[in-house]
């Protein structure tokens, strides 16, 4: 969505067995590429909870794009009462003893990026608060933080501004109601149809039928100055010129691949 015209720039469906998070890259590379070619420039990335992760900010800080994106609830910028030092990549534990960083790896569970950070025993024998820190069987300190901690620390910075708290209400308010006259009105309440393609031709004519009707309202619309409504004309223009090709695109490789 476009927060500015409320208008839809990209619709697509995907399976059911992946998340939201891993559908980002696809989402952003295909919406770059539409707008560019339209002489537009995407300047911010607002999105709700589901589109969190590290990989994907550091995506979109590469490609030039301020993501507004709150972390989910599992994310911690390392243990309670531990203060990371950035310059040498190490941790400060409660009593001042310091956690060094030990190397990187791939969460199996998660899939995820992480890097893990452990003291010697010699580092923790004789700590007073060594059996509320370690536990019952563990020698010395050592857990794990996600890869993209910086990535994570300058989004929730955003987020938690004045700016991100005005992206959240502009999300809210532009891009939510929308989904509900997509589900209510425009016929995605439920796909009568088998397989992704299907669904795909069925969102697209939903998502063109939309903005036809942001396109009619604006030619309908007497503004006292033309300039505003003459940027918002060729904007919708040139979006909904945009689904359309899309859905053709769709349409001739479906096509390709039957034959």
């Known amino acids: 969505m476009d927060t500015a015209h409320h208008v839809i720039t990209d619709i697509r469906a995907y399976h059911a067995d992946?998340?939201?998070?891993?559908?980002?890259?696809?989402?952003?590379?295909?919406?770059?590429?539409?707008?560019?070619?339209?002489?537009?420039?995407?300047?911010?990335?607002?999105?709700?909870?589901?589109?969190?992760?590290?990989?994907?900010?550091?995506?979109?800080e590469e490609r030039g794009l301020k993501s507004f994106i709150p972390p989910h609830g599992t994310?911690?910028?390392?243990?309670?009462?531990?203060?990371?030092?950035?310059v040498h990549d190490h941790y400060i534990c409660p009593k001042g003893k310091v956690i060094?960083?030990?190397?990187?790896?791939?969460?199996?569970?998660?899939?995820?990026?992480?890097?893990?950070?452990?003291?010697?025993?010699?580092?923790?024998?004789?700590?007073?608060?060594?059996?509320?820190?370690l536990g019952k069987g563990a020698q010395e300190k050592k857990f794990s933080v996600t890869y993209y901690r910086a990535e994570y620390q300058r989004n929730n910075k955003r987020v938690n501004s004045p700016q991100g708290r005005y992206m959240?209400?502009?999300?809210?308010?532009?891009?939510?109601?929308v989904f509900g006259?997509?589900?209510?009105?425009?016929?995605?309440?439920?796909?009568?149809?088998?397989?992704i393609n299907q669904a795909n031709k069925c969102m697209h004519l939903s998502a063109m039928a939309y903005n036809l009707k942001k396109f009619?309202?604006?030619?309908?619309?007497?503004?006292?100055?033309?300039?505003?409504?003459?940027?918002?004309?060729?904007?919708?223009?040139?979006?909904?010129k945009s689904l359309i090709s899309a859905l053709f695109n769709h349409l001739y490789i479906t096509k390709q691949r039957l034959a």
């Not at 994310?75 to 950035?86: A, L, Q, R, S, V």
């Not at 790896?105 to 509320?132: L, M, Q, W």
């Open 181 to 195: 006259i997509l589900t209510q009105f425009m016929g995605l309440r439920k796909i009568n149809t088998i397989g």
């Open 75 to 86: 994310y911690k910028g390392g243990p309670d009462g531990f203060t990371y030092i950035d």
């Open 216 to 240: 009619l309202n604006f030619q309908q619309k007497r503004a006292k100055s033309g300039t505003g409504t003459l940027e918002a004309k060729s904007f919708i223009e040139n979006i909904l």
């Open 100 to 133: 060094p960083f030990t190397k990187v790896f791939n969460d199996y569970r998660t899939g995820t990026k992480k890097k893990e950070y452990r003291a010697s025993k010699k580092v923790c024998s004789g700590c007073p608060i060594r059996r509320s820190c």
């Open 18 to 60: 992946g998340k939201d998070n891993q559908q980002l890259r696809d989402i952003v590379e295909r919406l770059n590429r539409r707008l560019w070619q339209k002489g537009l420039v995407w300047q911010n990335c607002v999105a709700d909870t589901g589109y969190s992760s590290g990989v994907n900010y550091a995506f979109l």
């Open 168 to 177: 959240k209400g502009k999300r809210q308010s532009t891009v939510e109601p």
